[in-house]
């Protein structure tokens, strides 16, 4: 009884989760024809990556590093700005490198961590990092799932993508440094405990940042069913309450997002909007911004890749489609989900669409270096 009323509570306070609960009820009535194939619409593979990294990030938040790292960090920024400016930058440049998931797994329980010692608006903090994320992770073929799909796509070197993305990217990133900037204030950072005394696991510490590049490396070699066995066998046998920390509810979320999101690519309606976004200026541009809107980002990138190989187009597109709407990036749904502040999803949107319009706007005017 105790665990049924535990569910209906997470539920509850699950506006996301009820929603795509809801959603696939009403498209299974639609097409009921599809319930065998729900399996084959879930990225198992991303559900896998998301799986490992979550237990990764969370031995790393339960080490005391990252409360250690925030003491470092209180040393340096003595402003609200300062300390905001800084972990924005920090965020965007992690993500070009380790991809905009992993870097939010790092940012924000360190964000949280400092949010439990400061006076800090700490949901503000950690939306700005979201956004910095989808900014940073798009100058790089490997920053983000749908960049790495394009890239793939379009058989460029590593280099020839780099360069045709970093104008986007670098507007991109300059409209959330100046949103950033003028959101925090320059107000002198209150302290209200003592960061230095937080115990540090050195062998969990030790274990969790090398499980970042091995973990990785791994998925890369195409044995992700051994990496993810060997990150929770490893944490089951000797840091158990890690995994018992671990926030397995995000997971379901996203096999939904998947579930949905690819019935309603499949929905005849979809086509025939896509083929209306194509006409419209700026074509593949404004096509992957609307539509991300409605189906996320990555999805709308595998999805208009049907209709068009201008896979640069595409890319600027889906990526200045990670802002507005928190469904535009899975990456905005991570950074929401694991900060748990009270009205962050309405605050989100407050910041989240004008980023939208200014990098929009960025986009049309830096157009012609597509050729």
């Given amino acids: 009884m105790k ?62 590093a990252l409360t250690r790292a925030g003491h470092w960090l209180l040393e340096h920024m003595h402003t609200e700005r300062q300390l905001a400016l800084a972990m924005v930058v920090f965020a965007a440049l992690l993500s070009a ?15 949280l961590s400092l949010g439990r010692a400061l006076t800090l ?34 058989g460029d070197s ?26 925090f204030s320059s107000r002198k950072i209150t302290v209200n405990t003592d960061l230095a005394k937080a115990p540090l696991s050195q062998s969990l510490l030790l274990i969790s940042l090398l499980g970042y590049p091995l973990f990785l490396i791994w998925v890369e070699l195409g044995q992700m069913a051994w990496a993810l066995v060997a990150v929770l066998g490893l944490f089951l046998l000797f840091w158990r309450n890690v995994l018992l920390g671990v926030d397995w509810l995000i997971l379901l979320i996203f096999v939904l997002m998947f579930v949905v ?53 595409l890319a600027w597109g889906v990526n200045v489609g990670g ?16 900060g748990k502040q009270p009205g962050l999803w309405w605050q989100f949107h407050l910041w989240s669409l004008p980023t939208l319009l200014f990098s929009l706007l960025g986009a049309y005017l830096f157009l012609p270096w597509l050729g």
Avoid: C, K
């Fill in 3 to 64: 665990l049924v009323r535990y569910l209906f509570s997470r539920l509850s306070e699950d506006l996301l989760l009820l929603t795509l609960l809801l959603g696939l009820v009403i498209l299974l009535l639609w097409m009921p024809e599809q319930l065998p194939q729900l399996p084959t619409l879930v990225e198992w593979h991303t559900i896998a990556i998301l799986t490992g990294l979550m237990v990764l990030s969370r031995g790393l938040e339960d080490s005391g």
């Fill in 97 to 111: 490198i380790v991809t905009n998931d992993v870097a939010l797994f790092i940012v924000v329980p360190l964000t």
């Fill in 121 to 154: 608006p700490t949901g503000r903090l950690i939306i700005f990092e979201a956004l910095a994320v989808n900014a940073g992770s798009a100058v790089s073929p490997i920053g983000n799932p749908q960049n790495l799909y394009l890239w793939q796509l379009s």
């Fill in 158 to 183: 590593f280099v020839t993508f780099f360069i045709l993305m970093l104008p986007i990217a670098g507007w991109m990133l300059m409209v959330v440094l100046l949103l950033t900037t003028l959101s």
């Fill in 261 to 313: 999101l690819g019935l309603l690519a499949q929905l005849p309606v979809m086509a025939g909007l896509t083929q209306t976004l194509m006409a419209l200026p700026g074509e593949e541009l404004t096509a992957g911004v609307l539509l991300s809107q409605v189906i996320s980002n990555v999805p709308a990138a595998i999805f208009l890749s049907a209709f068009s190989e201008d896979w640069y187009r």
């Fill in 323 to 338: 802002f507005g709407l928190a469904i535009g990036s899975m990456a905005n749904l991570i950074a929401l989900r694991l």
